[in-house]
């Protein structure tokens, strides 16, 4: 049975970066590819999911062949074996679409039928024709897939550890992803034929696990109303400054702010930066001059979260011209995203959580003019916890459907208890069985209005590792190596091991 090895390449900033002993992973790909034993083909020019299904099933009409092994042109781990292992399991199987499961993403294509590429096409432009407009991204094809799953044989070979908790992305997309091919490529050079050997090295390896940061949190005010019952930044506020958040004054230099900014794109290249760390941002007077320095490079990405009631009524109209003038964004995510919090579905039970002020009529109204404004980008946001737990149906009930405000957009976080400074309301404990490194130490950075940097959020003003005003962005950071060889070799300090936030994500 005739197959062929199509690279899709995405014409990233770093494929062509010839660091891996001068080779470039471009290079590198192509040559794992050559070791298929099948012919190679390079494309390029694509942008959407139905315009990709459109070139690979010409190709394959074009070739004569009868199966397609795809991957993108940038993943220099592109691994033989387990490209070999697909194959045997998809002509054994007879299967339509073959992948790995549980290994990091770039070391294994996906196999398809020539068959399944017709048909996927015409799902693209048919049934499936919201999902086949979409961009391409690393999981197309299965998202594709996804919109029939049932119709398609089906095959994975799995992985004997389950990898993906790591999420891995071995391909040089973005800056984080490339650091971490290089480290990984130094650790093994040309030697890198197992895939288990590989993922093994990788999640014990801390200049993998922690390459650059992908959030940052800035406090850009330190002033809020101060009452929501399951927030530790009161207290903390009223021991280290003897001041209340209501009463609060302080503000982050506008000037040292664009310069944080401007040294967050030099570090991390693609980012989410938040402006809700502690206080709330509307309090800045020069937020929108921020978000508009942040938008200006097109790595970077705004999130924002707040008290609906707290939102000024402009906010939106302004806002949105900055965010309509803005470049698309390369970090995959939207230009700006804001999470209104609300916390219940009834007036009563917001008002006991975020304090008797609160009005959920005029949150809702906000939301709505947000969404009006900036479509897309407006997610209605609930903390659950035992004090609201009877609500969270009716909540995800009413934000879920499509025919409301958001479209369908929200969030459901998961509560904190601040390593140990609050009181544990977790109606239900979801972390993992097996601890990960905690990602806020892998890749998070919270900082205060004056520079200063702690451990992680859940320290809130305490535990400073540095300020980045004094020392800049780069040394901080590399503070935090420490203690994340701890949590490599599972020694927690008496904080990290009572807290359970390690295993969320953000962005």
Known sequence: MKSIVVLFDEKNKYEDEKVFAGLSAKELCHTAAESFGFEVRTISGCTTISELLEELDKICTESSAESLI???????????????????????????????????????????????????????????????????????????????????????????????????????SKKENFIACQKLYEQFGNNIADPVELSTAAAKNPEILKTVPGFYNLQLAQKCQGKCSYCPYPAALKQKEGTEPVTAAKIMDFNKACSLVEQISELSGEAVIGLSAWGECFNHPDLLKIIEKILSFEGLSVFIEADGCSIPQNFAAEVAKIVNAAGERTNGWQKLMIAVSMDGFTAQTCASLRGSDFNLEKSVETVKNLEQSLPGCVYPQFVRMNANEEELEGFFRYWNEKTNATGGNFIIQKYNSFAGLLKNEEPADLSPLDR??????????????????????????????????????????????????????????????GCDEFYTFNF
């Open 70 to 172: 795809f991957s993108y042109a940038d993943c220099l781990f592109l691994n033989k074996i387990l490209t070999e292992g697909l194959l045997s399991t998809h002509f054994d199987y007879k299967a339509e679409y073959t992948f790995a499961e549980g290994y990091p993403e770039g070391f294994a294509p996906e196999v398809l039928n020539k068959g399944t590429i017709t048909i996927l096409k015409e799902l693209s432009k048919t049934t499936a024709k919201a999902t086949g407009d979409q961009k391409i991204t690393r999981h197309s094809i299965m998202d594709i897939i996804k919109t029939d799953i049932n119709s398609f044989e089906v095959e994975t070979v799995l992985a004997p550890v389950d990898w993906r908790l790591f999420r891995f992305a071995f391909d040089c």
């Open 436 to 497: 990960n490194v905690c990602w806020h130490l892998r890749r998070d950075m919270a900082i205060l209005y004056n520079g200063d940097v702690p451990l992680c959020y859940s320290r809130v003003l305490d535990d400073i590792k540095g300020n980045v005003f004094e020392e800049g962005l780069v040394s901080v950071w590399k503070k935090f190596d420490d203690e994340l060889k701890k949590h490599i070799e599972q020694n927690y300090c008496e904080k990290c091991g």
